[in-house]
Nanobody, 128 residues
Framework: HVNVVESGGGLVQTGESLKLSCVASEASSDTYSMGWFRQAPGKKREVVSCISRYDGSSTYYRDSVKGRFTISRDNAKNSLYLQMNTLKPEDTAMYYC????????????????????WGQGTQVTVSP
């Protein structure tokens, strides 16, 4: 399976911005739809955003991040990004990227990773 490495997290204040990056191990990663997920302490991992394979023409955002987060991809760099603006304390979580199953643009994607395949993630902490 494709391996990923996430980066770009940090500690910021409410209203500030961060840009997360995810680099995939395979040169053919443009054939994968990709997604960002997050997991807060004591909560289940949830999907944040999804982007379709190849040209990334389809995207999905969970309601709580619509208008604040933007997902994008650069296939030449095997990279996925998540621009996060106007951050809120409830965005605090460990963020992960993964290849996803994303058949319908209007529905959330699901990870193709099993429990052992997730990367290390990158921590985002938003102080009040």
């Amino acid at each position: 399976h494709v391996n990923v490495v996430e980066s770009g997290g940090g500690l910021v204040q409410t209203g500030e911005s961060l840009k997360l990056s995810c680099v995939a191990s395979e040169a053919s990663s443009d054939t994968y739809s990709m997604g960002w997920f997050r997991q807060a302490p004591g909560k289940k991992r949830e999907v944040v955003s999804c982007i379709s394979r190849y040209d990334g023409s389809s995207t999905y955002y969970r309601d709580s991040v619509k208008g604040r987060f933007t997902i994008s991809r650069d296939n030449a760099k095997n990279s996925l990004y998540l621009q996060m603006n106007t951050l809120k304390p409830e965005d605090t979580a460990m963020y992960y990227c993964a290849p996803v199953f994303y058949p319908y643009a209007w529905e959330p994607c699901t990870s193709e990773f099993d429990d052992t395949a997730w990367g290390q993630g990158t921590q985002v902490t938003v102080s009040p």
